[in-house]
């Protein structure tokens, strides 16, 4: 395949040129936060609130994509009107560091006019991505954010932002996630990046000066993480054992093409994703989130991150979710109790898998504007706004 | 998931007023089994309280969470040892105690995080279940005792004067004692347990670690 198209457009952001000191040691000269907000800032600048994007998420939280075309990628979440009221609220949703829609990347020059990182990026981990995100907050002049939400590596974030900037964070919605990422999911991401590995079209990860993008690969490791997304209910319910082409296709048994309605759903997922998505920032943040662990950052003791907290936290899970189930919610709930922590915690009925967090479900939506109406009653916003 | 047990009928309004006059504004509470979230809203909206909630029935914390009140889904069996010690002021366990696997050490557990315990709880000491058993010979069936012994959640049944033995079995200071009825009224008894533990149909501790 060609060239990503991610390379082709323009993203609104900011630049740092302090530069950024990395987990790692090593220290990013300058780093760029691509960005999108909605609603306005009030008077008192208490009311932003910032979403943060899972995996092969982006900061088009509430708008078209200017890529893809496709919708707000939390439309039921972010807008007018909605949980996230931009009515009401000031939302920010940025690229994270490592990623491939304007923030400071391996598709990115090592210093201008000089050739892409590629694998040569230095490898990131989450509480990077929330120090960049911290600069941008910075920037735009926000002393507290009103709330820090997201789901998935979105919820590592939070749950990041609450362990490291505790008196910048009103309150804290972490959704279908966990404090650490566990064994299995570590083996599903090593799957994908052994798959883009792989692709002869990878070049050792310089396929930018190939003109050619690793796009086989890259695809296969969407497909498997796909899988994990959902869940064995969900992919019964959509497609059982329903063939392509009816039953005709049945009688001729075939080894090659793809015969099942949920091989070729599974293709779809990996060819889109490709012209969206660059390889190198899936090796980067897939990584960043096998790092996350945030009890080994505070003595193994999950509860020392959120020591003294004086933040609202809202934890929730999915009932069918298996990549982040249940129980890691509830240690994560568990762990702010230890901490004396105000904290509510609910498992939500679904049987959409750990993509329920991004799709419509009432309960999500319901429990997201409650708790938040009630935060926004303790931190004097009501009076504020009205 | 298996439909969660429903404890024992909440038409709580009454004992849950003379829960709340019992504490004090601006304390530390947490009511375990908190239901709707009736007390927790009443504590932080009258009382400028810092009060949350556990409760057992997801919808119900669904529910609680949507009207801006903060409650965990948990219970007072598996959910209490994770809070550190003197966390709260106040923990209150209302119609649950003898719903729970193990109420000595739930009550353990709630004075451990907390410097007051306030317990309601039915009481099997009154006339009608014991006339009921004596008469009849089977296990009493009452409008607090309203199931059937093969389905009740209600698995550790206990009388005002056995309540009081354990308080003081585990050395609890008993600050404050009610007999109420059903509605959730002060009975006229609370000078007297001999006479509460036959005509009280509800009784309200407040507790006190020593």
């Known amino acids: ?386 | 998931m298996t439909d969660p047990v429903r404890y024992v009928a909440k038409n709580m309004r009454l004992d849950l007023r003379l829960i709340a006059e019992m504490i004090a504004p601006g304390s530390r509470v947490l009511d375990i089994g908190c239901g709707d979230g009736a007390l927790i809203d009443e504590l932080t909206r009258m009382r400028g309280c810092d009060a949350r909630g556990i409760e057992i029935d997801m919808a119900e914390v669904a529910q609680t969470i949507s009207r801006g009140l903060p409650v965990m889904h948990g219970d007072a069996d598996s959910d209490l040892s994770h809070y550190p010690d003197r966390a709260f002021d106040y923990v209150v366990l209302s119609r649950t105690l003898q719903a729970v696997e193990q109420p000595r050490v739930v009550l353990r557990q709630m004075l451990r995080i907390s410097e007051r315990a306030i317990v309601s709880f039915p009481n099997f000491g009154h006339w009608q279940v014991r006339l009921q058993l004596l008469l009849r010979g089977r296990m009493p069936m009452t409008s607090v005792w309203a199931r059937p012994w093969y389905e009740t959640p209600n698995i550790h049944p206990c009388s005002i004067r056995d309540f009081f033995a354990l308080c003081e079995t585990e050395g609890y200071e008993v600050e404050r004692w009610l007999a109420i009825d059903d509605a959730g009224r002060k009975s006229p008894w609370r000078r007297f347990s001999g006479l509460a533990n036959v005509f009280g149909e509800q009784a309200l501790f407040q507790l006190r670690r020593v």
Not at chain 1, 138 to 150: P, S, T, Y
Not at chain 1, 204 to 227: D, E, F, K, W
Not at chain 1, 269 to 295: C, E, H, P
Request: glycine letters at 10%; proline letters at 4%; one cysteine or more.
């Open chain 1, 1 to 386: 395949m060609d060239q990503s198209d991610a390379t082709r457009i323009a993203h609104q952001s900011a630049v740092f040129t302090d530069g950024l000191l990395l987990d790692c040691g090593q220290r990013l000269p300058s780093v760029t936060m691509a960005y999108r907000t909605y609603g306005a800032l009030n008077a008192a600048r208490s009311n932003a609130v910032l979403i943060c994007h899972a995996l092969t998420g982006d900061q088009y939280v509430g708008e078209t994509h200017p890529l893809t075309g496709r919708g707000p990628w939390w439309e039921t979440v972010v807008g007018p009107g909605r949980p996230v009221d931009t009515e009401r609220y000031f939302v920010i949703c940025a690229n994270v560091l490592g990623g491939c829609m304007g923030s400071t990347g391996p598709m990115d020059p090592r210093a201008p006019g000089e050739a892409p990182w590629g694998t040569d990026f230095p490898p990131i981990t989450i509480r990077d991505m929330v120090r960049a995100q911290k600069k941008l907050i910075d920037h735009l002049g926000i002393a507290r954010l009103f709330a820090v939400i997201g789901g998935s590596m979105g919820g590592m974030q939070v749950l990041e932002w609450a362990a490291t900037y505790p008196q910048m964070v009103f309150a804290a919605v972490p959704i279908a996630t966990a404090g650490h990422h566990s064994a299995q999911n570590i083996a599903f991401n090593e799957v994908g990046r052994q798959a883009i590995f792989s692709d002869p079209d990878f070049a050792g990860g310089q396929y930018y000066s190939t003109g050619r993008v690793p796009a086989g690969g890259l695809g296969v490791a969407r497909m498997v993480a796909h899988i994990t997304y959902l869940s064995e209910e969900a992919l019964s319910r959509k497609f059982g054992r329903k063939l392509q082409g009816g039953q005709a296709a049945a009688q001729a048994l075939a080894l090659f093409g793809d015969m099942f309605q949920v091989e070729s759903y599974l293709q779809h997922q990996g060819s889109t994703f490709v012209r969206r998505f660059d390889a190198n920032s899936y090796l980067t943040i897939t990584r960043a989130m096998d790092y996350y662990d945030l009890a080994a950052e505070h003595d193994g003791d999950l509860s020392r991150a959120f020591t003294g907290t004086r933040t609202r936290f809202c934890v929730i899970s999915f009932s069918s979710d298996w990549l982040f189930p249940t129980r890691e919610s509830r240690a994560i709930a568990r762990a702010l109790n230890k901490a004396a922590a105000n904290v509510s915690f609910v498992e939500i009925e679904s049987d959409k898998g750990h993509d329920a967090f991004l799709l419509d479900e009432p309960d999500l939506s319901r429990v997201l504007a409650g708790f938040l109406g009630g935060c926004a009653q303790h931190a004097g916003l009501e009076s504020e706004a009205r």
